[in-house]
């Protein structure tokens, strides 16, 4: 079995950490949500990621800070992220929101506010004071392991360390990502909400018409 090493992402590790996102959005399915909410090609898409996660913003899904690295034998196996919500009094989704505006296209943004009331539906807020977990990816030859477990494990290890009060560990999935479910469930994350949209058109744009929430006192 291999032994894995854990640290923190770097601005080095950028490409990978696009991987991990794209698969995370992807959850399980061939529906990437940057491209159809968006209009970008993956390619593109994987750009622009690239350049948000350089400008080094912290507490969001789009921060290198956010991300831990699992190696073996010096090369990556695997990533997760995760922050503490509302850390500076500001939530994830606006510095997100942001660094959205700031980066993409000006039609890509006009183009994801037509669809923003469609999209909304499976919108779920996170609360202040909670540990978010959010994207994780294995490379397939390291999976079988429990790695995404242990990554994700790690990271509210490593947040519940920090000073900082938190009250709960959260996330957000969607119902086609078994994987991740299984993975969060181990870890004692319960589901607590779930959403489902009634309109067939979201699926065009969404990989799933449900989306799950877990908790998770601490």
């Known amino acids: 079995m291999d032994a894995f090493i854990f640290r923190k992402a770097t601005i080095n ?5 696009v991987d991990t996102i794209i698969e995370a959005e992807k959850s399980g399915t061939d529906i990437l949500s940057y491209s159809t909410i968006f209009g970008l090609t993956e390619e593109e898409v994987r750009k622009y990621l690239a350049n ?3 400008e080094e913003v912290d507490d969001c899904e ?3 800070s956010s991300f831990i690295i699992a190696e073996s034998q010096n090369k990556i196996a695997g990533a997760a992220s995760a922050w503490i919500e509302g850390r500076d009094g500001i939530p994830s989704s606006t510095i997100k929101g942001n660094l959205i505006n700031y980066s ?3 039609e890509s943004i006009k183009r994801a506010s037509r669809l923003h009331r469609l999209i909304h539906e499976l919108n779920i807020d996170y609360l202040p004071n909670t540990i978010v977990l959010a994207a994780g990816y294995v490379k397939p030859e390291f999976r079988g392991r429990s790695l995404l477990t242990i990554l994700l494990k790690k990271q509210i290890e490593d947040l519940s360390k920090q000073g900082k ?3 709960a560990v959260y996330t957000q999935i969607f119902e086609s990502n078994i994987p991740s479910i299984k993975s969060v469930e181990k870890l004692g994350l319960k589901i607590v909400l779930r959403k489902e949209s009634s309109n067939e058109e979201i699926t065009k744009y969404l990989p799933s018409n449900k989306k799950l929430f877990l908790r998770k006192e601490l």
Do not use: G, K, Q, T
Not at 13 to 17: G, H, K, N, T
């Open 13 to 17: 590790d950028i490409p990978f950490l």
């Open 52 to 54: 948000m996660l350089a």
């Open 62 to 64: 789009l921060s290198v």
């Open 104 to 106: 993409f296209p000006e």
């Open 165 to 167: 009060r938190v009250d």
